[in-house]
T-cell receptor
Framework: DAKTTQPTSMDCAEGRAANLPCNHS???????VYWYRQIHSQGPQYIIH???NNETNEMASLIITEDRKSSTLILPHATLRDTAVYYC??????????FGAGTQVVVTP | NAGVTQTPKFRILKIGQSMTLQCAQD?????MYWYRQDPGMGLKLIYY???????DKGEVPNGYNVSRSTTEDFPLRLELAAPSQTSVYFC??????????????FGPGTRLTVT
């Protein structure tokens, strides 16, 4: 079973920030939190990952709680092209990712 | 760079037939992975490789075999195809070391139907 829990779906208005929550209460000390997204049956696309600290790159920000039991992916200014399934994954440094069902994000005009 | 390429894009097999799904990457990545994705589900890891000559099982390896004779290629072999193997297959690769090794680059996928 996947080690993460995400909402099934969420809507977001274009231009607004999208905050995607993820629970991973059983994460172990050496496991990372990864975020990927999949646009309409294409191959998944890496977004960001983190261990303990908050992370930011050109696509998104990742906020990890101090106890590491949950995290939030933030898309700062959602566009229509951000409509996708977003996967929160807990995995080891070997890259063995265990995908759950993800969150279907729909960005509306 | 072409990135990760997969062939064929689509394939229909009859039950009991065999085939090889091809995967190649031109980024000199040591780590390579095979996943399958059933309709409406997330991806499941079939096999992975950390370098030429080294492979290991993932979550759902039964019915599949892999080999890694070069850094560039990581073919997936299906023996005795079954309807349960109807799925979309994704190949991925990632660099050997460093923080960037955690980013996996995925190919476009192969849609396989077994009837």
């Amino acid at each position: 079973d996947a080690k993460t829990t995400q909402p099934t779906s969420m809507d977001c208005a274009e231009g607004r920030a999208a905050n995607l929550p993820c629970n991973h209460s059983t994460i172990s000390g050496n496991e990372y939190v990864y975020w990927y997204r999949q646009i309409h049956s294409q191959g998944p696309q890496y977004i960001i990952h983190g261990l303990k600290n908050n992370e930011t790159n050109e696509m998104a920000s990742l906020i990890i709680t101090e106890d590491r039991k949950s995290s939030t992916l933030i898309l700062p200014h959602a566009t229509l092209r951000d409509t996708a399934v977003y996967y929160c994954i807990v995995g080891d440094s070997w890259g063995k990712l265990q995908f759950g069902a993800g969150t279907q994000v729909v960005v509306t005009p | 760079n072409a990135g990760v390429t997969q062939t064929p894009k689509f394939r229909i097999l009859k039950i009991g037939q065999s085939m090889t799904l091809q995967c190649a990457q031109d980024m000199n990545h040591n780590y390579m992975y095979w996943y399958r994705q059933d309709p409406g589900m997330g991806l499941k890891l079939i096999y992975y490789s950390v370098g030429a000559g080294i492979t290991d099982k993932g979550e759902v390896p039964n019915g599949y075999n892999v080999s890694r004779s070069t850094t560039e290629d990581f073919p997936l072999r299906l023996e005795l195809a079954a309807p349960s193997q109807t799925s979309v297959y994704f190949c991925a690769s990632s660099p050997k070391s460093g923080v960037s090794s955690y980013e996996q680059y995925f190919g476009p996928g192969t849609r396989l139907t077994v009837t």
